[in-house]
């Protein structure tokens, strides 16, 4: 097929597409065009028959009208699964743990109030993830050796391999109450948005730690600076806020009990190195007459 890349082309990835058989052209010569995210072209060429966007989720290009009709859209869908759960486990380590509140400390006097507060993997907690997809494909073996119990929890409610307990989102909601420590990784969609409010962080335990590796928006952000602050839960560790990027000045930056990556799980850099495979899948489905194994179902939102 023909195909381009806009608005920033990545030399490794078309010298990947071009070495799988796909002839690279100008964009108004394109059959299929490879997004890497920014104004698309206005008007889309005639000749596009489908776009691989390079990320995941695509709630904001709903949001600004870009999945026009007429045109099919795929996805990276599972592709960054293993990058982002790297980052889920870095980060549920580092909140459980309290290697914010150390830092904050600037004291080996914090050491006793540190210790006492820990949690440990090795108590085999239960820990939920919430989006349960290809992050958690990834993410459940590197928890394995710890002994945890893995409940998860997505849509359709399939069963998701090494998962000890799999369930519907609609009905999970007596998960909130039972799990130790929450993974969300679910894409952001009218079912999604806000789906931790302040009610669902009043039913966690006590000692529950949250972590965000979806959207921004699918934690209520001042419900749950609300529950840190009161320590209503023991902790958050973000890796995508609402807003984002999070302002300067916002409290959960001088929280102990917060820890923040700016949303690196899936950069541009990782994606240069990961996406091309999925192109090419999705090209030569699109090239047999078939659905793209990322295709975007628009009314979904994913």
């Given at each position: 097929m023909k195909f381009s890349m806009t608005p920033g082309e990545w030399p490794g990835v078309i010298a990947e597409v071009a070495a799988a058989g796909h002839t690279h052209v100008p964009v108004d010569e394109a059959e299929f065009l490879?997004?890497?995210?920014?104004?698309?072209?206005?008007?889309?060429?005639?000749?596009?028959?489908?776009?691989?966007?390079?990320?995941?989720?695509?709630?904001?290009?709903?949001?600004?009208?870009?999945?026009?009709?007429?045109?099919?859209?795929?996805?990276?869908?599972?592709?960054?699964?293993?990058?982002?759960?790297?980052?889920?486990?870095?980060?549920?380590?580092?909140?459980?743990?309290?290697?914010?509140?150390?830092?904050?400390?600037?004291?080996?006097?914090?050491?006793?109030?540190?210790?006492?507060?820990?949690?440990?993997?090795?108590?085999?907690?239960?820990?939920?993830?919430?989006?349960?997809?290809?992050?958690?494909?990834?993410?459940?073996?590197?928890?394995?050796?710890?002994?945890?119990?893995?409940?998860?929890?997505?849509?359709?409610?399939?069963?998701?391999?090494?998962?000890?307990?799999?369930?519907?989102?609609?009905?999970?909601?007596?998960?909130?109450?039972e799990a130790d420590a929450f993974v969300l990784a679910a894409p952001l969609t009218e079912e999604t948005v806000g789906m931790v409010d302040a009610a669902v962080l009043a039913r966690m335990q006590s000692h529950a730690v949250i972590v965000n590796v979806g959207r921004g928006e699918l934690i209520v952000t001042e419900d749950l600076v609300a529950a840190l602050q009161s320590e209503q839960i023991a902790g958050a560790a973000l890796d995508v806020t609402d807003p984002e990027p999070l302002p300067e000045d916002h409290p959960l930056w001088r929280l102990p009990n917060c820890t923040i990556t700016p949303h690196i799980a899936a950069t541009g850099r990782m994606a240069q190195r990961m996406i091309a495979p999925q192109i090419i899948a999705n090209m030569a489905a699109l090239a047999a007459g078939e659905r793209m194994p990322t295709e975007v179902d628009i009314t979904r939102g994913y």
């Amino acid at each position: 097929m023909k195909f381009s890349m806009t608005p920033g082309e990545w030399p490794g990835v078309i010298a990947e597409v071009a070495a799988a058989g796909h002839t690279h052209v100008p964009v108004d010569e394109a059959e299929f065009l490879i997004y890497t995210g920014g104004p698309l072209p206005d008007p889309l060429p005639t000749g596009i028959k489908a776009i691989q966007f390079v990320f995941s989720g695509v709630d904001r290009l709903l949001e600004a009208g870009d999945l026009r009709p007429g045109v099919r859209w795929a996805n990276a869908a599972g592709v960054y699964g293993r990058p982002v759960a790297e980052i889920a486990l870095t980060l549920l380590l580092s909140q459980l743990h309290h290697v914010k509140t150390a830092t904050l400390a600037g004291s080996f006097r914090a050491r006793g109030l540190i210790d006492a507060a820990q949690g440990w993997l090795i108590d085999a907690p239960t820990i939920a993830i919430i989006g349960a997809g290809g992050t958690a494909e990834a993410l459940i073996p590197m928890l394995r050796p710890f002994g945890v119990t893995v409940v998860a929890v997505n849509r359709s409610g399939r069963k998701v391999t090494g998962a000890d307990e799999t369930f519907a989102q609609a009905d999970a909601s007596h998960v909130w109450a039972e799990a130790d420590a929450f993974v969300l990784a679910a894409p952001l969609t009218e079912e999604t948005v806000g789906m931790v409010d302040a009610a669902v962080l009043a039913r966690m335990q006590s000692h529950a730690v949250i972590v965000n590796v979806g959207r921004g928006e699918l934690i209520v952000t001042e419900d749950l600076v609300a529950a840190l602050q009161s320590e209503q839960i023991a902790g958050a560790a973000l890796d995508v806020t609402d807003p984002e990027p999070l302002p300067e000045d916002h409290p959960l930056w001088r929280l102990p009990n917060c820890t923040i990556t700016p949303h690196i799980a899936a950069t541009g850099r990782m994606a240069q190195r990961m996406i091309a495979p999925q192109i090419i899948a999705n090209m030569a489905a699109l090239a047999a007459g078939e659905r793209m194994p990322t295709e975007v179902d628009i009314t979904r939102g994913y």
